[in-house]
C-alpha cells in the first residue's frame, strides 16, 4: 500500500467519514440478486463504509423500495427503517444512480456514464418524472441508457434541485467515459459546455488514481473521489472517498466535494475529502492497451510504434487509461500535486486472504478467516490500513498478516489489466518469495 501523505491537519473535525458513492441494486444488468438495502447495510458496516449511495433510484421498483425502507436521518441523508441495535442499522444512504448516455455530438457518437447524486426524493421524483415525459425507458434497466446529451441530462438534474450532483463515472474508461478513448471528450467544456462549472468532481475509476489524474492541469478545478461500482456485495468498498464533516448532511457531503478540488484544497475547510482509497491501477481492466482476444498487452509506447494495430489479428487495439493519460497530460508522469487530498493504494482483504492461502476462489477456509479478523479486529479498512500488524497476528495466520504487511508497503508484483481483462495481483512471487516460516505455515 503506497500513501502520499496530505498536509497536515490544522482543525478538529467533528467526524470522518468513509463513502462509496458509486454501487447498484439488483435491477441492473449483469448484478447479484442479493444487491437488496439491508443486505447492503450490512456489508457496508463489516467494510468500514459508513456512507453509501442507494443507487439505481430511477428504476421503478427500487424506488419503491427506497420509499419503502429508508427513513430520513438527517437532511438528504437515509437510514434502514430497522432495528437500531443491529449493525447495519448504522450504514447511512445517499440518494444515487448511475445514468448512460449515449447520443450523437459533433460529429461522434458519445457514450458517457454519470453518477447521479440527488438531495431529497423530491428532487429524485422531479428528475424522474422529467425523464418519463420524455419517453425515456426506466423501468429495463436499473441503469437506464437515455438517448440525450451529458448536458442535457445536467440541466434536467439541476433543474430538479440546484444542489443535484452530476459526477463523470470512471471517467477514463475506453468505452463509457467522459474522457474514453472509444467515445468521449477530450476536455469537461467540450462534454457539458457553459454548464461545466456545475461538474464538481471526477470519479477517477480503478483503472486509474490521483497522481495521473494531477497531470491533466484542467482537472484542478475539479474534485476526484473515487468508488466501488460494486455489481455484487463483495465488491463494495474496494474503491471509497473519505470525508471530514462538520455533521452528516446531504449540503456538508456537496461542499466536502466542491471544496475538494485542487484549485480550491485547503485543510482549513470545515467539509473535505481526506483522501481517497484506491485500486493499485495496474489491476482496473483497463489499464494498458491491448487486445483480449488475441492476449496483447501494450505500453503507450509500443501501441505507437504499432499504429494501434494488434500484431497479432492487425485489428485494432483497445487503447487503455495510460494511453489516454498520457495523451491528454501537460504535466510529467512523476508530478506530485502540492494541493490535493491524499491517496491511499490498497487491496481488498478477501482478495489478499485468497493470496496468502495460495487458492483462487473463496473457500470455506477463506471465508472463515475472513470472518474471524472482522469480528475480532474491526472493519475491513480498518485492518487493511490502519491495525496494528501486532494486533493481526495475534488472531490470523502468519501468512495472512505478512501478506497485510506486503500491501501496506506495496511489495507486490502486478500484471496490468486491459481491453476488459483485470490485472492480476501477485502479492507472494519469484520475486517477492514466501519468508521460509510462512512457506512452512502453508504445508
Known amino acids: 500500500m503506497t500513501v502520499r501523505e496530505g498536509v497536515a491537519d490544522v482543525l478538529v473535525y467533528s467526524m470522518r467519514i468513509t463513502a462509496d458513492f458509486h454501487i447498484h441494486s439488483r435491477f441492473s444488468r449483469a448484478c447479484s440478486r442479493e444487491l437488496t438495502l439491508p443486505s447492503i447495510a450490512a456489508t457496508c458496516a463489516v467494510r468500514g463504509i459508513d456512507l453509501c449511495v442507494t443507487g439505481d433510484f430511477t428504476h421503478p421498483q427500487w424506488r419503491q423500495e427506497i420509499g419503502e425502507q429508508l427513513e430520513e436521518a438527517e437532511d438528504g441523508i437515509f437510514k434502514l427503517q430497522a432495528d437500531s441495535r443491529k449493525p447495519q442499522a448504522q450504514t447511512k444512504f445517499l440518494l444515487g444512480t448511475e445514468l448512460s448516455c ?138 471509497a472517498t473519505v470525508l471530514e464533516l462538520a455533521a452528516l448532511t446531504f449540503d456538508n457531503v456537496r461542499s466536502a466535494i466542491m471544496n475538494s478540488a485542487p484549485a480550491r484544497f485547503n485543510v482549513a475547510h470545515a467539509n473535505r475529502i ?102 475480532r479486529i474491526g472493519s475491513e479498512f480498518h485492518i487493511m490500513l490502519d491495525a496494528h500488524l501486532d494486533d493481526i497476528a495475534r488472531v490470523a495466520p502468519r501468512e495472512v498478516t505478512e501478506a497485510i504487511r506486503r500491501v501496506r508497503a506495496g511489495e507486490l508484483d502486478i500484471l496490468p489489466g486491459y481491453d476488459g481483462e483485470f490485472g ?17 505455515a502453508l504445508i
Open 274 to 375: 481526506v483522501q481517497t482509497i484506491e485500486f493499485f491501477p495496474e489491476e482496473g481492466k483497463y489499464h494498458s492497451d491491448g487486445h483480449r482476444t488475441c492476449n496483447v498487452r501494450c505500453e503507450p509506447q509500443e501501441t505507437k510504434h504499432l499504429r494501434g494495430v494488434c500484431p497479432q489479428c492487425k485489428k485494432q487495439m483497445t487503447v487503455g487509461v495510460m494511453h489516454r493519460v498520457d495523451k491528454l497530460a501537460d504535466r510529467e508522469r512523476n508530478f506530485v500535486h502540492a494541493h490535493a487530498p491524499a491517496y491511499v493504494h490498497s487491496v481488498p482483504l478477501i482478495e489478499t486472504i485468497m493470496e496468502a492461502f495460495a487458492v483462487k476462489s473463496m473457500t470455506q477456509r477463506v471465508r472463515a478467516c475472513y470472518d474471524e479478523i472482522t469480528e
Open 102 to 239: 449515449i447520443y450523437k455530438h459533433a460529429g461522434k457518437t458519445r457514450r458517457v456514464h454519470h453518477l447521479v447524486i440527488a438531495p431529497s426524493l423530491a428532487a429524485v421524483d422531479h428528475l424522474i418524472a422529467s425523464l418519463t415525459r420524455q419517453g425515456r425507458n426506466l423501468g429495463a434497466d436499473g441503469r437506464p441508457i437515455l438517448g440525450m446529451s451529458s448536458k442535457e441530462l445536467l440541466a434536467l438534474c439541476l433543474a430538479a434541485d440546484e444542489r443535484t450532483m452530476v459526477i463523470p463515472a470512471h471517467a477514463w474508461t475506453p468505452w463509457f467515459a467522459v474522457f474514453g478513448s472509444e467515445s468521449g471528450y477530450d476536455a469537461l467544456e467540450e462534454c457539458f459546455e457553459d454548464l461545466t462549472p456545475h461538474v464538481l468532481a471526477i470519479e477517477t475509476g480503478l483503472s486509474s488514481d490521483p497522481p495521473m489524474n494531477w497531470r491533466v492541469s484542467a482537472l484542478d478545478a475539479v474534485a476526484l473521489v473515487s468508488s466501488s461500482d460494486a455489481h455484487s456485495l463483495t465488491k463494495l468498498g474496494r474503491e
Open 424 to 440: 492480476t495481483v501477485r502479492i507472494f512471487s519469484h520475486e517477492h518469495p514466501r519468508p521460509v516460516a510462512v512457506q512452512k
